[in-house]
């Protein structure tokens, strides 16, 4: 059983910064992609950035400049530190990670519960 355990979320003011984290646990033998996904209300989910077991990012043009994604591969965690926010950041942020949890075998997609981050004055 894999999971993905996210936590930093919050409440911020404009201009502001936090971080997210998620830690992923059980059995996983390699993690090749893992990234954040935000959620607003009444809107599709979408990718905020990535970052590939070799270290290639990916980030939503809404984002560069200001969020920046990491890892610490023997920790199967993945963080999201968030500069200068805005209120159209404010959205559920999920974690997802494409897990291998034992080779040989295609990967599959694992996600977070999500964590809300609420951008405003």
């Known amino acids: 059983q894999v999971q993905l355990v996210e936590s930093g979320g919050g409440l911020v003011q404009p201009g502001g910064s936090l971080r997210l984290s998620c830690a992923g646990s059980?059995?996983?033998?390699?993690?090749?992609?893992m990234g954040w996904y935000r959620q607003a209300p009444g809107k599709q989910r979408e990718l905020v950035a990535s970052m590939a077991n070799g270290g290639t990012t990916n980030y939503a043009d809404s984002v560069k400049g200001r969020f920046t994604i990491s890892r610490e591969n023997a920790k199967n965690t993945v963080y999201l530190q968030m500069n200068s926010l805005k209120p159209e950041d404010t959205a559920v942020y999920y974690c997802n990670a494409n897990i291998r949890w034992r080779p040989g075998i295609s990967p599959t997609d694992y996600w977070g519960q999500g964590t809300q981050v609420t951008v405003s004055s």
């Open positions: 059980g059995s996983i033998f390699s993690i090749n992609v």
